[in-house]
């Protein structure tokens, strides 16, 4: 089993910054990727960036430039940092980890809400 415990959300200005972690413990030998999802209110769950293990990214659109994902295999732990932030960037925003031959594992959910 992979368990997932998230830090880092609350509530800011727009145009500010937020720094998401992810903490993996467990069977993290069989995770291949990690990422963020957020599903904000009334839509539906999206991926916001992913990590493989090789290092290789992919963000949605809608956050490249201002977002920027990273893993620190040493500690089992993967980031977002979130820079610039906009009211359409508010949700709860979910830790996932994909793996090899077994079930994919989720976060719990940390909620991100960017308002004056």
């Known amino acids: 089993q992979v368990q997932l415990v998230e830090s880092g959300g609350g509530l800011v200005q727009p145009g500010g910054s937020l720094r998401l972690s992810c903490a993996a413990s467990?069977?993290?030998?069989?995770?291949?990727?990690m990422g963020w999802y957020r599903q904000g209110p009334g839509k539906p769950r999206e991926l916001v960036a992913r990590i493989y293990n090789s290092g290789i990214t992919n963000y949605v659109d809608s956050v490249k430039g201002r977002f920027t994902i990273a893993r620190d295999n040493a500690k089992d732990t993967v980031y977002l940092q979130m820079d610039t932030l906009k009211p359409a960037d508010t949700g709860v925003y979910y830790c996932h980890a994909g793996r090899m031959g077994a079930l994919d594992s989720w976060g719990q959910g940390t909620q991100v809400t960017v308002s004056s």
């Open positions: 467990g069977s993290v030998s069989s995770i291949y990727s």
